[in-house]
T-cell receptor, first 107, second 112 residues
Framework: KNEVEQSPQNLTAQEGEFITINCSYS?????LHWLQQHPGGGIVSLFM???GKKKHGRLIATINIQEKHSSLHITASHPRDSAVYIC?????????FGTGTSLTVIP | DGGITQSPKYLFRKEGQNVTLSCEQN?????MYWYRQDPGQGLRLIYY???????QKGDIAEGYSVSREKKESFPLTVTSAQKNPTAFYLC???????????FGPGTRLLVL
């Protein structure tokens, strides 16, 4: 049983496109973490949010706690955005990790 | 510079050997975590520690051991009891449980 489902699993976009990655979860959560994993394996925290919307540069994350759904948007995508994006809902002190969405942005 | 470091970047192990992966942080974080990542799977929690001298098993602790003698350090030993140790291992830390986690660069372990 998967507590976290991400879609799509793989995504290819042309540079400049608007990108949306979706995350649905089945557990009750206190917050949700969006992570970015680079091709070399390193992971960077993008957002931690528990309600509404957060924006950082070209990245926007939204969450609907009632619908158990979060989205990560990338505006004006660039080849350097190519990475795996991982959704991680949090219950208390436990993180549940999705399998990630692999994004490739083509110049 | 504050951060979290892991060493080595690549590690080769012969069957039957124990190996220890290093994780150090200078962020003054109380909580530290070890995860394993396999292709096509999400991160899985091996062990975590919320405070010095205390640690708890995660979802896949069998074949692994840890220690937390210092706040800055949380080494992971992969023992010979771990039958399928080839994976990418990630260490993370956070101010406290449920807070934003900061990840190290990872160690790739390969069994020869």
């Amino acid at each position: 049983k998967n507590e976290v489902e991400q879609s799509p699993q793989n995504l290819t976009a042309q540079e400049g496109e608007f990108i949306t990655i979706n995350c649905s979860y089945s557990v009750g959560i206190s917050a949700l973490h969006w992570l970015q994993q680079h091709p070399g394996g390193g992971i960077v925290s993008l957002f931690m949010l528990s309600s509404g919307k957060k924006k950082h540069g070209r990245l926007i994350a939204t969450i609907n706690i009632q619908e158990k759904h979060s989205s990560l948007h990338i505006t004006a995508s660039h080849p350097r955005d190519s990475a795996v994006y991982i959704c991680a809902p949090i219950t208390g002190n436990q993180f549940y990790f999705g399998t990630g969405t692999s994004l490739t942005v083509i110049p | 510079d504050g951060g979290i470091t892991q060493s080595p970047k690549y590690l080769f192990r012969k069957e039957g050997q124990n190996v220890t992966l290093s994780c150090e942080q200078n962020l003054n974080h109380d909580a530290m975590y070890w995860y394993r990542q396999d292709p096509g799977q999400g991160l899985r929690l091996i062990y975590y520690s919320q405070i010095v001298n205390d640690f708890q098993k995660g979802d896949i602790a069998e074949g692994y051991s840890v220690s937390r003698e210092k706040k800055e350090s949380f080494p992971l030993t992969v023992t010979s009891a771990q039958k399928n140790p080839t994976a990418f291992y990630l260490c993370a830390s956070s101010i406290g449980p449920g807070e934003t986690q900061y990840f190290g660069p990872g160690t790739r372990l390969l069994v020869l």
